[in-house]
């Protein structure tokens, strides 16, 4: 069907696309807020909907409110596909993967009923925030802060073993000492536990009653309370030293070559980023403007 | 009221003036720190009365306390009126609201009853301190703080927006795979008991259950430590920075161009912040020893 | 009695000062690690003593042994007066205080019986430790660091000043919504919680029912989470600027005016740190060999 | 045993000795992925055996993966002593005596029967992680973490020291204001009680309930909250400290003195970290290829 628009209405297409894939434009603009808010409500709405009085007082309201978004975001799904050239490359994509596992549960309760997992694969409409909130300004601050997640990254696996070593060694401890009558039933559960205490969480279900266990316990939330600083000094220092690079880095009137590049988006090969004023993708050499 | 006293009494306004808004001059100083205790003695009373024996017990003592503390509020605040220029300036303020809030509980009982609600209204004194404060030497530091905090801002929004998913994610997770069984009633409260882990508070009114589920919290725990990192090597790093560019710049001695500025407030605009021995205020021209 | 001793047996006093006051003889090594030795003795038998089961079944073990301790205290309490010259100097001082109340408890037993304060004072013991670890290795990095804490000292309490503002107005919000029914029995004990939260200690003996309580406590965690942001960046950043200052001060080599100190306490003025080999109190001129 | 075949099959020996302690051959590579695996099946067999309902019906099913996974682990323990020269410096070597503990477990139910401590001590088996571990590139970080732990080694020390007063002091107090009607029992529990709220765990299973015992928890928190600050700092500074440090030193290019070592150890002495293309031990002179 896509491809049979393709060559008839051209002109109308490049105008969908314009609207859906390009956030600097007002129609754009509108579109992708209006978007935003669909997604939120539709959130709330699944969030609502697990409250068993709500749920149950409810249930002809959430059902049309569910039938509303679901043809929302059908429409828009298929005004995505038929407005870009290469439709197979953004179903397979990671967003056109989701955007159809945020469209589709409705559509299964035919097949498969009201189950609860469908209920909840909703909650990954949420993650469709994440391609239009790649518009905002916060976008360099989240590159800076995961580029120190990442350049922290072996640190942090160095971290993790350490935890893991320490729970499975003092898990093990503890389900000797504290045995099953004390809540430590195996030993799953007992590093499990050591991990609630190790972390500082502390739910307090499970509790050590004998004085060895205690002691132990003791031990495990001071070393937990030493660990911790780990993380926190490994990201700090990183989080530093990146902040001090980038203060060298960037100053555009430094950069005579520098250009400011916008969201618009190839309608053929789905490449962002081109520079202001750019007639042809830069990657695939279609018209832009065209 | 205050209009008719402004040309009659002049001097005398001058002199409440002088008294209530600037804490320079000694009589100043004892107002502020009398008014500080009234507070903080009301704030206990406030306190006190919700302690369900003391508040059944001494029900009068605290009927009386209260009618004298809000009897010193009315005078106060009525003063702080006349006193000035321009009344409504102040009684717009953030402050002069504060100030009504703070003054008007127990004469609202007369009409709508000593409903709960009015008794924690009281509470908001509290907030009558900051005004007082801020004429202490910590004013500095709390800027110092608040300037850290204000330049992490939109690194914090991007980690408020992570915590955020992470629990919505995890939370509808923990409620298909716990369910209302073991607790987790809704989606909702189980995104509360998601963030009541991820801060590693761990209240344990709502604990994990099923093997899968507490693997499944053990991940968000050890998640949580990770991700409180984040925010403090984002304080501690912009900390850090903004220290050390505080010790490049201020040094008195440095700058001939420097003059003590005091808390005196203008009679006529209200503005703050007059040099020492000025003679007119910097704003508006008026008068400020006259 | 010390008086009387003084002038007939100086030689003896001169040799028991050495033993008690100064830490750098073998003597006084020995001397110390002993003290420590019999401390850590009391203070664990006065631990077990609390506990039922062995209070009740080694009660006269107990006694005997806190006897011995008590004798071995009071010995070393009055050796400590006799050997020096001014000995009410001594006693008035912070540690002369200590170990007058780490001695009496036992005898106070005989007028008031073994009340459970009386056994409690006897945890102060552990004071006395300070004095004894003075010579450890350790006192430089201690010194840095509450150095570091109490050039901190300004923010801390602007944070602490914030920490009991946001308790006191989510406290009083707390106990209006939740009420008495759900553990927020007045408006103190809901501050209580809402600091058990705030510090992401979580006990659970309270913990929000309604869906807006929970939402609000949802709310006082992610706060808490990023106020622990603010000491640990403040610590972090004070620690590493005082290490830097550090780094560039102390070089022995570089320093032909700095002489080794030992712990010698002058017998006549308890002044310390006198030089390696220093035949006279710099502080009072008495003679520190003879 | 191992001395026979040593003159005999001396080639023999040596490719076992390849493949078993060196692991930058591809057999070397292949028996340390192949040990790993069976460490981690072997761990996870442990603890799915302490659950109860597994343990009970898959007990055969266990026995026998226990067998072979303990036969698997005696030949590589035997192969392990005859392919070097020095049996006993393994034997008692740190990982000698792990590798023992991992294999034994078993053949001691011989003589002991099942016992749970038996079952715990194949925990151990985790510990021999570390060795196959020592190769990957994460070996860098731990060096540099572990190195950054240590050098803050006594301010960590100062830190546990004042943890351990302040929950003495606090867990003394906080015995004789509650007692053993709400749960304090003995000084000792009061203490683990105190441990559990610093370092901001907060289990829930023992929880003040006076008003003046509320009161005193707020303020441990409060400290704890502001002593989890100090660790963090220390480690932090301490951390970027040694990256900086790292940054100056280590450039290849910049010494051409420096040459790559493997992680071929000597047949002889045990030694590691020879230069590749080396062929003898730069210790004890043995022929490393031969």
Not at 5 to 23: G, L, M, T
Not at 27 to 39: C, M, Y
Request: net charge neutral; hydrophobic share 45%.
């Amino acid at each position: 069907m896509g491809k049979d628009d393709k060559h008839i209405s051209s002109q109308w297409r490049r105008k969908i696309h314009e609207v859906i894939y390009e956030a600097d434009t007002p129609a754009g603009k509108i579109f992708d807020v209006t978007l935003l808010i669909v997604i939120i409500i539709s959130l709330i709405l699944v969030m609502l909907e697990s409250v068993p009085e709500l749920g149950r007082n409810y249930k002809d309201e959430f059902i049309i409110a569910e039938w509303v978004i679901t043809v929302f975001f059908t429409i828009e799904y298929v005004l995505r596909i038929i407005s870009i050239n290469k439709p197979f490359k953004y179903i397979f994509s990671f967003f056109g993967i989701i955007d159809f596992i945020s469209t589709i549960p409705l559509y299964l309760t035919f097949f498969f009923g009201g189950l609860n997992a469908l209920l909840a694969v909703r909650s990954l409409r949420l993650l469709r925030i994440f391609r239009i909130l790649k518009i905002t300004r916060y976008i360099g601050e989240a590159d800076k802060l995961s580029k120190a997640i990442r350049s922290s990254g072996p640190k942090i696996a160095v971290f993790l073993f350490a935890v893991m070593v320490v729970s499975i060694i003092f898990g093990t401890l503890m389900y000797l000492i504290e045995g099953p009558e004390h809540g430590f039933d195996s030993i799953p559960k007992s590093i499990y536990w050591c991990i609630v205490t190790l972390t500082t969480v502390g739910f307090g279900d499970i509790a050590p009653e004998t004085p060895f266990g205690q002691f132990l316990a003791a031990v495990i939330m001071i070393m937990g309370y030493g660990i911790i600083a780990v993380p926190t000094g490994i990201v700090s220092a990183e989080y530093s030293k990146s902040s001090k690079e980038e203060e060298k880095e960037v100053n555009p009137q430094d950069y005579p070559d520098y250009r400011h590049v916008n969201t618009q988006v190839c309608q053929n090969c789905l490449s962002r980023k081109h520079q202001d004023g750019a007639l042809f993708c830069h990657n695939c050499g279609t018209s832009l403007d065209d």
